[in-house]
């Protein structure tokens, strides 16, 4: 199988690139994490790549809205390469700040590319939240969540809260467009109660994907549970697995995500 | 003219909800009924209203979002309109952000003083009177940084809105050069060194902090030259021997010892513990860089900083910790040839924030202090932009509170680094400017904010202390700077020397570097600054932020500067280095600086200070043990140092890198660990474990032994999750008070020896450290009483250590019902300045003493049992004692215990209960095992005081008998839950 070749996108305060990148690679791919600006100039070309990810970070210090002036710049000189990209069987995915560049560009939920139809309002709290959370596959179509039922992460955002008029919910729902929904201990909807729904998002949306299923806008962090030592209770689990004589496991949940992507093109 | 753009939410916005709930805590609260926000961008350049509509799209979301342009977006209903904006030259990062939008967008620059300036207005609705609106803007703003006008309803409608404002600065100054006359009388020098140069109208510059010693070696040096000093040579002078910048107070002779308490205590030590180690010793650089260095692995070496920035947080809360964080970040950036900086710690020494009561530092109730809960607000959030926007993980910090952090809080920061040990075949943490390099300087332009930190810094803090000292951090300016530095240029080799601009600005870093290869020359002349009319001295030593100083090989400059500019990141090239043996700076083709690079650093006069330490007697508590202390342990669990702070560890990002092994909260119950294990190189399974400890309240008693048990809790912090004795190192950051008394310096001198006999005694040497040796505060009570409020002398200590397998993490909670609870290390009567003590409202005398030999073979036995996988939870135990840690385990645990005081290893006399488990003895750890692995971990402990105290429940009962047998507390981990997280419910 030839490994796909990912560009992780990176610049402006965007700081996710090193482990959203490492992920990748740990799943089979080869990336390159390119400065925007690398793209604008010409230096090099989204049409080189498979997959694009937009990672986690601080783009522009989330200033005008998160992810907003991110958006605008890539909106402003790179859009033409953009279109070209999603019109072909690749993927793209955005995480948490990459999600909310995602919106901003229009590229979920994806009805008419380049229409903002979905906001990632302020957190419920009105606070940054940084918090593990455990959310569930809520869509078939989706590429990325193959294989996953509940996946354990950490949000870490101020601006999570996804937002959409109902008829595009009814949409989403409609297109088994959403990828991820935030639920409680035991796998029911957290219902919108917080923590187990971090940030107030509407009908517990913590994912979604377009119509296609290639391209997913995520809130939470899979890349940072990549090793089973990341997840906030794997002292409990590892002495629970050994008092049952059970095999640990070495990967974080969160690897999943990433080996779809590149299985994707095997 | 000037356009305004106002965006405005479609739908129910959450900042204007959360702000109706902190209205409503005003005493009128309640009659407010509705508040509305509305994001303004202004502009002074001219667009076209197509531009404008332009703009005006991208700077909203239509999903959420609409706006109006030049004119008030749509309030359906409210009574008064309340706009906070920023006073001239305060940073404004938004602003910032929306102009590169507005650049971006129309293919254009922005000329000269045109900017775009960012405010909001709050709508309220409400029966309220002017005043009261008033009062609700002065909760939302602080005056010093912050313009406020008040609109009602009726004057919005017949100025058709609130007004067009553009804060630009207009100094209306002609730059100058002036010389300053040193012939004069002793009592006019002193003036000049405590208030500052006088301007032509009279006024003073803000103090040098240059006493007559000092003064008295400048006007030698200039009489033997035949002239008089310029303004900028004696600021630079009073920036470089600043205590802020030369630890004068550390390096002066003390009583007998002559080479002073830093050589003789601190140094030496780490001198000697890195002799006695040999082969083994693990440090690459340390007290020479911006940060100290030790191994990782064979490819990689992990750098450490901490810093404080009390003062400027004393006077802007969040400006200062921001400030604070951002300026520690780049002592990474700044060491070797620049580090990564990939684990963020904090630590906020606070005063209650309940308490309401008025400070003013002018008399007549003038130039009042923000209150506690303000500045304690305002500190964490500046953390939080600052740590979360940089993409810098913060696993690790603390709270301690103690009224006399009334006066300045102090707000301790700290940053780990991360950099290959190779760099393109040299070592990475060698650098040297060579002469013939051009002086380089990145980052942000500069401005008069920041002018006189180091100084001011260096003083108490009073009615003098000047408003241009304060600062807001722009994170983002200096990630993008941070990435093309550490990410891209660093590794193209394009630079030889790299350092960050901090205290005393480019003043202090050129002049730092210059001594590398020999001299500088610098052309004032080319340093950008934000608006026009600055004195050269100003450009010279302000503190704007986010700025790095580098030295690059001329045939490498253009390369440089092209990465910069593709990065989008500011660089100028401002002078050469060379090896003239000066610092020399011109302006307007005058040279205005012309010194000795071997005065400018090592002319200052060498000081001899003399020492007493008086050691008082306390009043011990005469009370009875109550024969229940169930309530006395609620109590304790609420308490201000030992509650949770979950609300902050959730707020501060601490799991980005994707490198956190153990984070902040242990457990199910989620309960604030004392050290957390990340792993920044993603592909090896070795951690780096960070601690701290501070126990300022024992140096009501005992300074030596204050220090004594900081680092012995910082070092037991490190073992108890897995940490190793013998990777590990130490800084030590002192926080004094009124160090021009001899009593003060008496118990400094004491504390640096009790630094030296500790880490000598256990192997940890210090790699870095800072002191800020003036915290007190001069000003006037609510009464119009003149106070003075001193910190208490702060010690902290932060721990760092190289794990070899974070796979062998061992977290607090406890795991399983009927698992075995186990102590080790004697408890002692060592109830002085603990927080039991605190609580009866007694200090006592009896403080905690360190036996290292003995805690060695304790720490050395924890360290094997964990290595062997014996370990299900582990706790060290600090403030509080065992009951507060063992509460602690039961609650992250979410299972309760049954504990027996009977057999708990005793040293001395002690039989009460509540002195049992309120002693803050050191060298003591809880654990709990898999009773199957009970005869195997024992055997780990033969001949230390290791005792089972208890087991585990399967339920949440939690119970616990004295001496006799007799159940002293009953109750449950929901109840102790509940009171842990009592406290700061709400924050």
Request: with cysteine; proline share 4%; hydrophobic share 35%.
């Amino acid at each position: 199988m030839s490994k796909p070749k990912v560009l992780v996108m990176a610049g402006y305060g965007i700081n996710c690139e090193e482990e959203t990148s490492y992920v990748f690679e740990k799943a089979g791919a080869d990336t390159e994490i390119i400065h925007v600006n690398d793209l604008i100039d010409g230096r090099s070309s989204m049409k080189d790549f498979q997959i694009m990810a937009f990672p986690g970070g601080f783009s522009y210090g989330d200033d005008t809205g998160s992810g907003n002036a991110y958006a605008n710049k890539v909106r402003n000189h790179l859009w033409e390469q953009v279109h070209d990209f999603v019109q072909q069987d690749k993927l793209v995915i955005g995480i948490c700040n990459g999600c909310q560049i995602m919106a901003n560009l229009g590229l979920v939920p994806g009805y008419e590319f380049g229409k903002r139809e979905v906001a990632l309002m302020h957190n419920k709290t009105a606070r940054y939240e940084c918090r593990w959370i455990d959310m569930k596959v809520t869509s078939e179509k989706c590429v990325w969540t193959k294989g996953i039922d509940v996946l354990r992460c950490p949000v870490s955002h101020g601006e999570g809260n996804f937002y959409a008029e109902p008829d595009v919910i009814a949409k989403l729902n409609e297109g088994d467009q959403v990828a991820f929904r935030y639920v409680k201990p035991d796998g029911s909807l957290a219902g919108g109660e917080f923590p187990h729904n971090p940030n107030g998002a509407v009908e517990d949306m913590a994912a979604i994907c377009d119509p296609s299923g290639r391209i997913m806008a995520v809130m939470p962090h899979p890349e940072r549970n990549w090793t089973f030592y990341n997840q906030d209770n794997w002292t409990l689990i590892k002495e629970k697995a050994e008092r049952e004589g059970v095999a640990l496991p070495e990967e974080g949940q969160g690897m999943k995500i990433f080996q779809n992507g590149v299985s994707y093109f095997g | 003219m000037a356009h305004r753009i106002e965006v405005g939410s479609l739908v129910p916005d959450t900042r204007a909800q959360v702000r109706l709930l902190n209205f409503r805590q005003q005493a009128f609260g309640e009659h407010i009924k509705s508040v509305f926000v509305v994001d303004v961008y202004t502009t002074n350049r001219d667009f076209s209203e197509e531009e404008l509509e332009k703009i005006a799209n991208s700077l909203t979301n239509p999903v959420t979002q609409a706006y109006a342009m030049n004119k008030s977006y749509e309030i359906a209903d409210f009574d008064y309109a309340i706009e906070v904006g920023f006073q001239p030259g305060v940073t404004d990062n938004v602003g910032h952000t929306a102009r590169e939008i507005v650049e971006d967008l129309l293919d254009t620059k922005f000329e000269g003083e045109e900017d775009v300036f960012t405010s909001q207005i709050t709508y309220v609705k409400g029966d309220l009177t002017e005043d009261q609106a008033k009062e609700l803007g002065a909760s939302m703003a602080n005056g010093l940084i912050q313009r406020i006008l008040v609109k009602s309803k009726e004057k919005y409608d017949a100025d058709g809105g609130m007004d067009v404002k553009v804060p630009k600065v207009d100094l209306h100054h002609e730059p100058q050069v002036k010389e300053v006359n040193l012939e004069i009388s002793d009592e006019e020098l002193q003036k000049i060194g405590k208030q500052g140069i006088e301007n032509d109208d009279g006024t003073r510059r803000g103090p040098l902090a240059l006493d007559m010693d000092y003064l008295r070696t400048i006007q030698e040096h200039f009489r033997g030259l035949g002239r008089n000093p310029t303004d900028v040579e004696l600021e630079s002078l009073a920036q470089t021997w600043s205590e802020h910048c030369k630890h004068t107070i550390f390096a002066a002779t003390m009583d007998d010892i002559k080479e002073g308490i830093y050589k003789h205590y601190i140094k030496r030590a780490t001198n000697e513990i890195r002799t006695a180690k040999g082969d083994k010793d693990f440090c690459v650089s340390v007290f020479e860089d911006n940060s100290g260095g030790v191994v990782f692995d064979e490819k990689w070496i992990v750098t450490d900083k901490a810093e404080t920035h009390n003062s400027p947080s004393a006077l802007d809360p969040f400006g200062g910790s921001i400030t604070g964080i951002v300026g520690v970040n780049r002592d990474t950036i700044g060491f070797g040839k620049a580090a990564k900086p990939v684990i963020n710690r904090y630590g906020f020494c606070l005063a209650n924030p309940a308490d309401e009561r008025p400070l003013y530092k002018g008399a007549n109730n003038t130039q009042k202090m923000l209150s506690p809960r303000r500045i304690m607000d305002g500190v964490i959030d500046g953390v939080n932009v600052g740590g979360n926007c940089s993409g810098i993980p913060t696993p690790q910090g603390f709270l301690y509170f103690d009224d006399r952090y009334k006066g300045k809080p102090l707000v301790f920061v700290g940053t780990v680094g991360l950099m290959p040990r190779d760099l393109n075949g040299t070592p990475s943490w060698e650098k040297c400017a060579k002469p013939g390099d051009k002086v380089v300087v990145a980052g942000g332009k500069v401005g008069q904010d920041g002018i006189h930190g180091a100084t001011f810094s260096s003083e108490a803090m009073d009615s003098g202390s000047p408003s241009t000292a304060v600062q807001i951090g722009d994170p983002i300016t200096q990630k993008k700077m941070s990435d093309a530095i550490v990410k891209e240029a660093r590794d193209l080799g394009l630079y030889n020397s790299i350092t960050d601009c901090g205290a005393g600005g480019i003043s202090c870093s050129i002049a730092e570097m210059a001594k590398e290869c020999g001299g500088c020359y610098v052309e004032l002349d080319k340093v950008p600054l934000k608006y026009p009319g600055l004195d050269p001295w100003q450009t010279w030593i302000s503190e704007s932020q986010e700025r790095m100083t580098m030295s690059i090989p001329p045939d490498k400059v253009d390369e440089f500067l092209n990465l910069m500019e593709r990065r989008g990141v500011d660089a100028w090239v401002v002078g050469e280095f060379n090896d003239s043996g000066k610092c020399e700076v011109v302006s307007g083709g005058d040279k205005i600086m012309d010194l000795e690079l071997s005065f400018l650093h090592d002319g200052l006069p060498h000081k001899t200070l003399t020492t007493t330490y008086t050691k008082e007697t306390h009043d011990e508590p005469d009370m009875e043990c109550p024969a229940d202390l169930t309530d006395t342990l609620q109590t304790m669990m609420a308490r201000l140092n030992l509650a949770s702070f979950d609300f902050i560890s959730h707020q501060y990002d601490h799991v980005v890198q994707g490198e956190t092994i153990v984070g902040p909260l242990h457990g199910k119950g989620r309960v604030n660990g004392h050290a957390s294990v990340m792993a920044p190189v993603l592909n090896s399974t070795k951690g780096v474990v960070v601690s701290q400890a501070i126990n300022a309240k024992y140096s009501d008693i005992d300074t030596y032994h204050m220090a004594a048990c900081a680092i012995d809790s910082a070092i037991r912090n490190i073992v108890s999750i897995g940490g190793p004795l013998d990777h590990l190192a130490l800084m030590d950051n002192f926080c004094w008070c009124s160090s021009n008394e001899e009593e003060r310096l008496g118990q400094l001198k004491e504390a640096a020896r009790g630094c030296y006999d500790y880490s000598t005694a256990y192997g940890t040497p210090f790699i870095s450290g800072k002191d800020s040796m003036f915290n007190d505060f001069k000003g006037y009570d609510e009464d119009g009483n003149p106070v003075k409020i001193s910190v208490p002398p702060t010690l902290l200590i932060s721990s760092l250590a190289v794990m070899e397998d974070y796979r062998k993490s061992v977290t607090l909670d406890v795991k399983f019902p009927g698992d075995l609870v186990y102590v080790v290390g004697e408890t002692s009567d060592e109830l002085g300045a603990s927080e039991y003590f605190e609580q009866l409202g007694f200090i006592g005398n009896n403080i905690p003493k360190v036996d290292a030999e003995k805690n060695m073979k304790i720490y050395r036995a924890v360290e094997k049992a964990i290595q062997a996988g014996l370990l299900t939870s582990c706790e060290s135990v600090l403030l509080g004692g065992l009951g507060v840690a063992l509460a602690r385990k039961a609650v992250a645990g979410q299972l309760g215990m049954d504990i027996s005081l009977e057999n708990l290893p005793v040293k001395g006399e002690v039989t009460r209960p509540d002195h049992l488990l309120f002693s803050e003895s050191q060298g003591r750890l809880i654990m709990s095992i898999n009773p199957a692995k009970k005869d195997e971990f024992e055997a780990l402990f033969t001949d230390l005081p290791l005792a089972q105290i208890g087991t585990v429940r399967e339920d949440e009962k939690f119970t616990l008998t004295d001496l006799e047998g007799q159940t002293v507390i009953d109750t449950d981990t929901s109840t102790l839950d509940k009171n842990y997280r009592l406290t700061f419910k709400g924050f």
